[in-house]
Each structure stands twice: as structure tokens, then as C-alpha cells.
């Protein structure tokens, strides 16, 4: 079944960074991201807009929330199947699950699905 995996989190220091990366898992070929967006929850709140990219005909548009602007940097490798969370100067309100949502197109079959993924800790001590 093809799904979204999520990767690249962990604990780090205030101050430090992380990587996330977010991918197509499950299909019988490879599998493209058209658009994805990273959320994020922390323990007793709700889960809020992290950064966004899409794939549009003319080059992809980003999108970020205002308290990650200038620390989170969202980006696509070359062939399109994985996006990337970088993330610098963490903070110990960063501290959350990370998940990405993705639509996902498998080459093989031409079929299209939006998925989320299980998520990935980061910890940001202080």
C-alpha cells in the first residue's frame, strides 16, 4: 500500500539542526510527490502548518509558517520523490511530532493519493 514515511528526527540542543525527509513508500515503481506540507503537534495542542511546497508547471511555491521563517527551509530532491524539513536554530518550542502530508502519484499505475504519515520526534533541549 503506498503511504507517506517520515524520517530525520531526533534531540538536539537549542540552537542545533535537524533534517526531515518525507517520501513515497509501498508501490511497485517509483513514486513522485506533486505537493507536500509539514505540520507539526506538541503534547496538548493542536497540530499547526509547519511549511508547504508545491509542484506547479512553472517551478514549485513554498510556504512557511511566520515562526519557522528564515530557520525551516522545505526543498525537493531532483527527482521529485523526496521533500525535505530543514530545519536550523531549533528552539524548545520546535519540540513536536512532525508529519508530512503528501500527494503521491505511482508511476506505474498513474495513481494519485494523499497520505500523512505516522510522524517523526524532534526534541529540542534546552
Known amino acids: 500500500q503506498v503511504r507517506v514515511v517520515e524520517s530525520g528526527g531526533g534531540l538536539v540542543q537549542t540552537g542545533g539542526s535537524l533534517r526531515l525527509s518525507c517520501a513515497g513508500s509501498?508501490?511497485?515503481?517509483?513514486?513522485?510527490?506533486?505537493?507536500a506540507g509539514w505540520y507539526r503537534q506538541a503534547p496538548g495542542k493542536q497540530r499547526e502548518f509547519v511549511a508547504s511546497?508545491?509542484?506547479?508547471?512553472?517551478?514549485?511555491?513554498?510556504k512557511y509558517a511566520d515562526y519557522v521563517k528564515g530557520r525551516f527551509t522545505i526543498s525537493r530532491d531532483s527527482s521529485g520523490t523526496t521533500v525535505y524539513l530543514q530545519m536550523n536554530g531549533l528552539k524548545p518550542e520546535d519540540t513536536a511530532v512532525y508529519s508530512c502530508?503528501?500527494?503521491?502519484?505511482?508511476?506505474?499505475?498513474?495513481?494519485?493519493?494523499?497520505?500523512w504519515g505516522q510522524g517523526t520526534q524532534v526534541t529540542v533541549s534546552s
Open positions: 502530508n503528501a500527494g503521491l502519484l505511482e508511476l506505474a499505475t498513474m495513481t494519485s493519493i494523499n497520505s
Open positions: 509501498g508501490g511497485k515503481s517509483s513514486i513522485s510527490i506533486n505537493a
Open positions: 511546497s508545491s509542484s506547479l508547471a512553472s517551478g514549485s511555491e513554498t
